[in-house]
């Protein structure tokens, strides 16, 4: 294990030799920092987190510095000091340079990692920030601290939504579902709700668990899909959430050590498409245990006891592990060699046994080689022949089903009846599909070794010729190519394999060594004898298309070759290209579909199908460009229709000229080492490497010397400047010294100027001074008389005072006593005009009584008159209402009777009819009994008619004095004072039973009938009561 130390360096290598983590604990290399500002001191790492292409991560340390970790270009770099610890960090913004980070003082900046500048300061929090969640496509995120949670627009950086709620409520966590536009709530009482992120309605609302494992959620992991929520606390127990169905799915128990989750995290996989099995459980012991939610085993597991993990974050890729410790270290972790004895391939089932020549076999002399893929026959020993046998299980199927069964549990010819069958793959499985096909050895070591020889010479300036916007795929593109350079040098010299790459790097542009080798295994089975007249196309490919072609469609031919078209023309630019110039990103994936399924030879059918298919636009071409053009750019072409002329073309062209017959069948990489390539003219390219090495040290030299000769010329410009500048300098200096001598002559005539002006002003000031002493001289002089006279001025003042004050003394006295004589007197007037006043109020205050008691009564006779006039003017209001109310009770009972009436005729016409069918029965029935039935008939005639009698009878007499009854009580009502009034509607009810009572006799005969009529009667009469009563109890 290796460890770096970055102590006061801003930049700088994360390891200086290889890393190779150790299986058994895979550990790439331990980051550390420290200072020596007094003693040592170990600066502890916080927070970590990923970039989006999982080769970058970002950490920050309690003192505020931000550190970018390169794991693919082995460098880091610091790029920012923020003075202040930070509690969050995010490094997945739309803007692959800028990052967020939550500080203590709870702003969040966004910096640049590029010009290390702030870029925003995103204010709003009154917590400590502890969570960073950015949306997929990197322009929103969502900041949390424990009150609120917060949406902000990562291009505008202002503040969209907040989200508050009751402190009595926390919030646990409020995060992005992956590639998903839903918004996840968790809150600390383990309400769980899903928003929509552009509208904040909310989706739906997540179950509370069973009482039985209820436990308080305190982390949260969903899977890359956005299927599957994991959710764990302060128990052993772990919840599985179903967010498709909204509902628990499993409940996983995890090992007894554990009895906190203070982590958790899915561990993605690049053929899972998103749902992922693995769970990764960091608990309270600083342990991190990887899960198959599966299955439910422990895989395997990371940090000790000793070693306590604090935090983890996995990269989006699944390839690396960041983990704080306990310590504050920093440990990356190969996640490759932690699986490998996981992903280890099961032992073979074929082993080959060798026998001794004299087939005596012993321990020592028993030998055995294990394949993985074929037979393979033990080496002759120098004694003779070697018998050997095949020890075979007999499984289910035959031979040829051994030769279809794929590494991966698939079968070939399963897979090309599902694809005949759909026309391509599923989208979600087709990766696997053809990691399964393709038999992808996947050798991560042969590959590192290749990437780490750096970008081929070859490919150094490829964004010149392939100007590519995404600078990600450019590098992956660079990288791709310069590892097939290194396997084999001919490609380094091949103008089409950038095209040829392209879209298999466009596709797996996440998984470098899944792109390579993909390539690499096309170019050997489906690129075969491409390079026999290398640097020119492949004549013989190209001859084997022509034959087919000129076998099933020799007109087409015919017409290529009268206007002088070749093979290289309507053939090879599809196969430089494999057709991704020519069709769509579906379109070109469900052909690979079908060439992958099938031998070698497809892809050359499929240039002929593609010919054949488009024959009516290709005969109207008569020019060259027509032609080039055609098959450059996208065609109106269903690719469905050249696919299926494909495999009938495959089925029909005769052995002789068939490319299966010259091709090779496919033989998949070699694992551990990628198989030497070398199926091209070595001279050729040697001679070409010879020659471009000439030029280059050609080139080399020429630069040198060009360099020299540019150096020269830059000295003597050099010293031509300095020279110009000296000259320049000694001018200045001259001209210094003519403009100071000339500043000196100027200072001195003007002292000479100042000397005569100082003279003069000195003269003038003694002229001054001699007369402000003369004057200050006789100021004194006349101050002095003043003030002797003055002082004459107050003695004869004094005098004068004396003898006023002798008069004044005798006035005072005698004023004084007419004083005292007027204030006696004033008193006693004063005082008989208070008891005056005294007696005045005492009579005004009786008067006034008198006058408010009688006002008191008149208000109070007004008020009581007032009060009987409002409770008069109600009663003859409610004597209205009423009289309303029982016009309208009368109203209703006419149109009850009118609709009794109805309802009786409506009856009786119904029995009418009853009756008419009835004789119309008895009538059929007199035909067979004629004695009986007249007998019958006149009986029942005769009853019918005292019947119909009887009820015009009984219906007249009741209808009318019904009528009557009720007008009469109308009239009268409305004559009869208030209290008659209520009488007579408590009278109401009786005389409705009087009335029923005098038809006795008929309900006798009619029951139903009369028994509907009184329920509708009732019934409207109940109605009337209640609009009477409405008015008077709004009146009261």
Not at 220 to 248: I, P, Y
Not at 543 to 569: C, G, P, R, W, Y
Not at 959 to 981: F, G, M
């Amino acid at each position: 294990m290796q460890s770096t130390d970055l102590g006061s360096k801003e930049s700088g290598k994360i390891w200086h030799r290889k890393p190779s983590p150790a299986t058994r604990n895979g550990i790439i290399v331990n980051i550390i920092h420290t200072t020596f500002d007094y003693r040592p001191k170990v600066v502890r790492f916080l927070n970590v987190a990923f970039d989006g292409s999982g080769d970058c991560l970002i950490a920050g340390d309690h003192q505020g510095n931000i550190y970018v970790f390169d794991l693919h270009g082995n460098r880091f770099n610091l790029v920012q000091r923020t003075a202040q610890a930070c509690t969050a960090l995010a490094f997945n913004l739309h803007k692959k340079s800028e990052f967020l980070v939550a500080l203590a003082d709870y702003s969040v900046k966004c910096f640049d990692t590029v010009t290390k500048e702030l870029v925003s300061w995103m204010r709003g929090h009154e917590s400590s920030v502890f969570s960073i969640s950015v949306h997929a496509s990197g322009r929103y995120a969502i900041t949390t601290s424990s009150d609120t949670a917060q949406l902000w627009d990562l291009d505008t950086f202002q503040r969209k939504r907040k989200l508050n709620i009751r402190q009595s409520v926390g919030i646990q966590k409020v995060f992005f579902l992956p590639l998903n536009n839903t918004i996840l709530s968790c809150f600390k009482d383990n309400s769980i709700f899903a928003w929509e992120c552009d509208t904040l309605f909310c989706k739906y609302q997540l179950p509370a668990p069973p009482e039985s494992s209820s436990i308080l959620y305190k982390v949260f992991a969903v899977t890359r899909d956005g299927r599957l929520l994991a959710a764990g606390g302060k128990s052993d127990h772990l919840h599985v959430w179903c967010l498709e169905a909204t509902q628990l799915v499993r409940i996983i128990q995890l090992p007894t050590k554990v009895r906190a989750i203070r982590q958790l995290e899915f561990l993605p996989d690049s053929f899972d498409a998103g749902s992922n099995q693995v769970l990764s459980v960091l608990s309270q012991d600083g342990i991190m245990r990887f899960v198959n939610i599966q299955t439910c085993k422990l895989l395997f597991e990371i940090g000790s006891l000793d070693e306590g993990i604090s935090s983890s974050v996995i990269s989006p890729h699944g390839r690396y592990i960041a983990s704080i410790m306990e310590n504050g270290s920093l440990n990356i972790y190969s996640v490759q060699a932690l699986t490998h004895e996981i992903n280890k391939p099961p032992p073979p089932l074929v082993k080959v046994i060798e026998d001794l020549p004299n087939n005596k076999l012993s321990s020592s002399d028993l030998k055995m080689k294990i394949t993985s893929g074929r037979v393979q026959q033990p080496a002759k020993s120098r004694e003779g022949k070697i018998q050997t046998r095949i020890l075979k299980q007999d499984l289910a199927g035959n031979f040829e089903n051994k030769e279809n069964e794929l590494s991966d549990g698939l079968n070939k010819k399963r897979l090309q009846i599902l694809l005949k069958g759909y026309g391509e793959y599923p989208m979600k499985y087709r990766m696997f599909i053809w990691r399964s096909l393709l038999q992808l050895p996947e050798n991560h070591t042969a590959f590192s070794s290749l990437i780490d020889k750096g970008t081929h010479v070859a490919f150094l300036n490829l964004q010149k010729k392939y100007p590519i916007k995404s600078r990600k795929l450019l590098r992956v593109l660079q990288r791709t190519l310069s590892a097939l350079a290194h396997w084999s040098a001919i490609f380094s010299d091949t103008p089409y394999l950038p095209l040829l790459a392209f879209p298999f790097v466009k596709l797996f542009q996440n998984n470098q060594l899944i792109c390579f080798e993909v390539v690499a295994t096309l170019i050997i089975n489906w690129c075969q004898y491409w390079f026999e007249y290398f640097p020119n196309p492949p004549i013989n490919i190209l001859s084997m298309i022509e034959n087919v072609l000129a076998f099933h469609d020799k007109e087409l031919l015919q017409h290529f070759v009268d206007h002088d078209v070749t093979s290289q023309l309507y053939a090879w630019p599809l196969l430089e290209t494999v057709f991704s110039e020519v069709l769509t990103r579906e379109e070109w994936l469900k052909l690979f579909d079908n060439v992958f399924s099938n031998h070698p030879s497809f892809l050359l059918m499929t240039v002929v199908a593609y010919n054949i298919c488009s024959r009516a636009p290709l005969l109207h071409c008569t020019l060259k460009g027509d032609f080039q053009y055609f098959f450059h750019h996208r065609n109106n072409l269903d690719i469905n229709v050249v696919i299926r002329e494909v495999y009938h073309l495959m089925e029909i062209t005769p052995a002789n000229i068939h490319p299966e017959s010259e091709l090779e069948v496919f033989v998949a990489l070699t694992k551990g080492q990628y198989p030497v390539f070398n199926q091209y003219p070595k001279f050729i390219v040697d001679y070409q490497t010879q020659e471009r090495e000439r030029i280059r040290n050609d080139e080399l030299d020429y630069l040198r010397e060009r360099q020299t000769v540019e150096d020269m010329q830059a000295e003597v410009d050099q010293q031509r400047v300095e020279d110009e500048a000296w000259y320049q300098k000694q001018e200045l200096l001259r001209k210094a010294e003519e403009t100071r001598r000339e500043m000196l002559l100027q200072e001195e005539e003007k002292m000479a100027k100042q000397r005569q002006r100082l003279a003069a002003v000195k003269r003038e000031l003694k002229i001054k001074e001699i007369q402000l002493q003369d004057a200050a001289r006789r100021r004194f002089l006349k101050l002095h008389q003043d003030q002797r006279e003055m002082e004459l001025r107050r003695l004869d003042d004094e005098i004068e005072r004396k003898n006023l004050t002798k008069n004044q003394e005798a006035v005072v006295k005698e004023i004084q006593e007419d004083a005292d004589a007027y204030r006696q007197k004033v008193d006693l007037e004063d005082h008989m005009f208070h008891k005056l006043i005294e007696t005045d109020q005492t009579q005004s205050r009786k008067t006034q009584k008198i006058i408010e008691d009688s006002l008191a009564k008149a208000e109070q006779a007004s008020l009581n008159t007032d009060w009987k006039i409002q409770t008069l003017h109600k009663q003859h209001c409610d004597d209205l209402h009423r009289s309303a109310g029982y016009q309208e009770v009368a109203a209703l009972l006419q149109k009850n009777r009118k609709k009794e009436t109805e309802v009786l005729n409506a009856m009786m016409e119904e029995e009418a009819k009853k009756w008419k069918e009835t004789e119309e029965k008895e009538f059929h029935l007199r035909s067979e009994k004629k004695a009986s039935a007249l007998s019958d008939a006149s009986r029942k005639w005769f009853l019918k008619k005292e019947m119909s009698a009887a009820l015009e009878h009984a219906e007249d007499p009741f209808i009318q004095a019904e009528a009557h009854r009720l007008r009469s009580e109308q009239a009268a009502s409305s004559c009869l004072p208030r209290t008659s009034q209520f009488s007579g509607m408590s009278e109401l009810a009786p005389s409705a039973q009087v009335s029923l009572s005098r038809k006795t006799e008929w309900d006798s005969r009619e029951p139903d009938l009369i028994q509907k009529v009184r329920n509708l009667r009732q019934r409207l009469t109940a109605q009337a009561r209640e609009r009477c009563q409405a008015p008077r109890l709004l009146a009261a």
